[in-house]
């Protein structure tokens, strides 16, 4: 049996990323698994501990680390976020594909550990249609919509780094065309595995 396939989505807050991943992991068709997270921020309501993240302490965080058990980590927003290397490699193995949600940090060392692994940004269409976003969802204050926007930024440059980057200006349309980068991905390397153990 062939590995999975890594897929690696990150998008600066407000690009509607986690809506997207919602959406593919829902859609049996693209054989997706999610990573689950381990986190040391609060529990947010609405959400599952074990199904959003695994919530930790930073003192049991920092032994994951200390024992190598962290495919990557990064510190966002004054808390740390890491992917269980076990996890991963366990399904890669078994030949699942499996989606990270992470943010860039992570997601390029995730690259360096996992050359084959393939990196998808998402987006908005303007920073314009960014802002309206992030107010109308109320989450955060005046201030801290501007420190996000400021941040996109910095994401925007990495996302050159990305093997694809998608503009979610209408959702479903995102949605689909993810969906095909997804299933062309997996069946070109299908035949490469195939190709590569044909005799000439
Ligand atoms: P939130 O607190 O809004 O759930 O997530 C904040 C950011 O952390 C998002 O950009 C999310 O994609 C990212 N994130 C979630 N899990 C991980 C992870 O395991 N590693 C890294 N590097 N980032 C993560």
Redesign the pocket.
Known sequence: MNNGILFV?????GTG??TICEQLLLNKDNDLFL?V???T?EK?KG?TEGV??NYTSVEDFKQMIEKDE?L???M??G?Y???PKKTVESMLVSGKNVL????????L?VKNAFPEAVLMFIIPPSMQELKKRLSERGRETVEQITERLEAAKWEFEQSKKYNFIFVNDNLDDCVREIEKTIRDTAQCRNLVDKLLKEQY
Do not use: D
């Open positions: 989505m990150s998008g600066p807050s990323k986690g990573s997270s381990s986190t921020r947010r959400e959003t993240y962290m990557e980590y990064a966002y927003s808390n976020y890491g992917t990270l949600e992470i943010e860039p940090q992570g997601a060392k």
